[in-house]
Nanobody, 122 residues
Framework: QVQLVESGGGSVQAGGSLRLSCASSTFTYTSCMAWFRQAPGKQREGVAAIDSDGSTIVADSVKGRFTISKGVAKNTLYLQMNSLKPEDSAMYYC??????????????????WGQGTQVTVS
């Protein structure tokens, strides 16, 4: 079973930046990896995803501000968040869609999840 551990969340002022990291306990580069977020009272939503060949998908709400990437240390996923807005405040989760080399369009296919890291923008 894959274990995913997120880090890098925190509190920041609007316009600031944060870099989230997700460390995987196993090799997950051949699967789709993604970041999701969930604010209180709202549904979990996809933020960005990267498939096995490095192709990325970014939600319209964060396009041009957030960048997803894989680390040199193979089992690490990053989310660089710039120009943060208060509406970006949420719990951010790292997830893996095991067996999917291209990213699925539904979160139900993501079968491994981290515990989340809180991002608060004021």
């Amino acid at each position: 079973q894959v274990q995913l551990v997120e880090s890098g969340g925190g509190s920041v002022q609007a316009g600031g930046s944060l870099r989230l990291s997700c460390a995987s306990s196993t090799f997950t580069y051949t699967s789709c990896m993604a970041w999701f977020r969930q604010a209180p009272g709202k549904q979990r939503e996809g933020v960005a995803a990267i498939d096995s060949d490095g192709s990325t998908i970014v939600a319209d709400s964060v396009k041009g501000r957030f960048t997803i990437s894989k680390g040199v240390a193979k089992n690490t996923l990053y989310l660089q968040m710039n120009s943060l807005k208060p509406e970006d405040s949420a719990m951010y989760y790292c997830a893996v869609a095991g067996g999917w080399t291209s990213c699925p369009n539904n979160l139900v296919y993501f079968n491994e999840w981290g515990q989340g890291t809180q991002v608060t923008v004021s």
